[in-house]
Nanobody, 123 residues
Framework: QVQLVESGGGLVQAGGSLRLSCVAS????????VGWFRRAPGKEREVVATISRLGGRTFYTDSVKGRFTISRDNAKNTVYLQMNNLKPEDTAVYYC????????????????WGQGTQVTVSS
């Protein structure tokens, strides 16, 4: 079992920045790939970014490339999502998820999910 807790969401103006954190407990964190996903009102959940268990491989959905950066600090059991130049269309609940293994992209691959943190970007 892995427990995940997200933090760092909030209200920000367009063009601003936020850094989300996902802290894990329960298992050896470096055994797990981690992803950030989001669900906007009235829309399907979508992948935002994922990172391999040791951090050497990352994936970004096209709409966030060049603006968001995923990273991890396994010594702190934490994965981060640095979000710059935020846009109103980034407004969503952001979730982190974990899966034992090297690297995954699709949400259906992930076994453990946090409760989510709200990000609201005003225009």
């Amino acid at each position: 079992q892995v427990q995940l807790v997200e933090s760092g969401g909030g209200l920000v103006q367009a063009g601003g920045s936020l850094r989300l954190s996902c802290v894990a407990s329960g298992r050896t964190f470096s055994d797990y790939a981690v992803g950030w996903f989001r669900r906007a009102p009235g829309k399907e959940r979508e992948v935002v970014a994922t990172i391999s268990r040791l951090g050497g491989r990352t994936f970004y959905t096209d709409s966030v490339k060049g603006r968001f950066t995923i990273s991890r600090d396994n010594a702190k059991n934490t994965v981060y999502l640095q979000m710059n130049n935020l846009k109103p269309e980034d407004t969503a609940v952001y979730y982190c998820a974990a899966k034992s293994g090297f690297y995954y992209i699709e949400a259906k691959s992930y076994d453990y999910w946090g409760q989510g943190t709200q990000v609201t970007v005003s225009s």
